[in-house]
């Protein structure tokens, strides 16, 4: 199973960017959906996931600016990210779980993309 993610960029303070991730391989079906970010000197940390179900969750520092949302159609997890400000620079991951159509369960991390946000 591979994880495909996009949307990363520079951008100014206050503005916003949206962040996609498609998955792709032998998948059954997709649990946990979600985004990470890792930056400079800090441990990877959650931004946002969502269930099957689509119940989500955010950490704390998102502060309502983000929404996540997920097609289960097209098998992608999307980050819409409003009102960014320059201590969001950071790799965002998407990450996914699920079960293969092997019968073998996969927790996949995508390759990063960088959002740079300048003050």
């Known amino acids: 199973v591979q994880l495909q993610a996009s949307g990363g960029g520079l951008v100014q303070a206050g503005g916003s960017l949206r962040l996609s991730c498609a998955a792709s391989g032998n998948i059954y079906s997709l649990n946990d959906m979600g985004w990470y970010r890792q930056a400079p000197g800090k441990e990877r940390e959650l931004v946002a996931d969502v269930t099957s179900g689509e119940a989500t969750r955010y950490s704390d520092f998102v502060e309502g600016r983000f929404t996540i949302s997920r097609d289960n159609a097209k098998r992608t997890v999307d980050l819409q990210m409003d009102d960014l400000k320059p201590e969001d620079t950071a790799v965002y991951y998407c990450?996914?779980?699920?079960?293969?159509?092997?019968?073998?369960?996969?927790?996949?991390w995508g390759q990063g993309t960088l959002v740079t946000v300048s003050s």
């Open positions: 990450r996914a779980e699920g079960w293969a159509t092997t019968g073998r369960n996969f927790d996949s």
